[in-house]
């Protein structure tokens, strides 16, 4: 009995945040594992072209772009990690702590099927959804291999040290047009890792607003591959 809950509480986190996959280019079993995290009223439809972009430079790579765990009211295919209301840092800081909990699981999971390690995870996070893969992936017990947030920002700062359990390599790219999640966030992520020992790389895009383009897709690409093959 107790073996079938767990079994049931595993689907239901699989169901809840599934999303689109690609599986290895080299169509034999998977050597790493990348999971793409959408954005604010996105979907895992739109991230997954991000891994199309990848998967070239990664054939014997999985890729998952799971949908966040509730959709805007009255909009169809749009998610959302938590609701935004205020926009305030407060706000921001209690929607990623309850939404962690879900992505966690589900990255575990996700390992065990492919049976990956978590040291073959990459977590690619855009906006809302880099928030929620920073706050998740320094936080995991295992250490991922490596983060890539776009055009996002680091939340709760000030609780990071006393929190993260692993320092994983990050990589942040952002567009200095950006005006969503202003710009300035990236230097403030940047200088909150660096001190609390995480290896930050970051990406400028200049002229880019809240998007990736190809400067941007070419630094994933090689920031993936350094740490994964």
């Not at 962690?100 to 996070?125: H, I, M, N, Q, Y």
């Not at 855009?126 to 983060?147: K, W």
């Not at 895009?205 to 070419?218: A, I, K, M, P, R």
Request: proline share 6%; hydrophobic share 45%; aromatic share 4%.
């Amino acid at each position: 009995m107790e073996r079938r809950e767990c079994a049931t509480e595993s689907e239901r986190i699989t169901e809840l945040l599934d999303g689109p996959r690609l599986a290895p280019l080299t169509g034999s079993k998977a050597d790493a594992l990348v999971v793409l995290v959408h954005g604010y009223g996105s979907n895992g439809d739109d991230l997954i072209s991000l891994a199309r972009a990848i998967q070239q430079a990664l054939p014997a790579a999985a890729f998952v772009a799971p949908n966040a765990p509730s959709q805007l009211p009255q909009m169809a295919a749009a998610y959302q990690w938590w609701p935004i209301e205020t926009f305030s840092m407060a706000e921001r800081a209690h929607g990623a702590a309850a939404a962690a909990p879900g992505l966690d699981a589900f990255l575990t999971l996700e390992l065990e099927k492919a049976e990956v390690t978590s040291d073959r995870l990459l977590l690619v996070g855009f906006s809302q959804g880099t928030m929620m893969a920073l706050h998740v992936g320094l936080r995991r017990a295992q250490p991922v291999a490596g983060i890539v947030g776009i055009s996002g920002m680091l939340v709760a700062p000030e609780l990071l040290e006393e929190e993260m359990r692993t320092r994983p390599p990050v990589l942040l790219i952002h567009g200095t047009e950006d005006d969503v999640v202003p710009f300035r966030s990236m230097d403030l992520a940047e200088r909150t890792l660096s001190a609390a020992g995480v290896e930050v790389a970051t990406h400028v895009s200049e002229g880019v607003g809240h998007g990736v383009e190809h400067d941007g897709l070419v630094a994933t690409v090689n920031f993936a591959r350094r740490i994964l093959l």
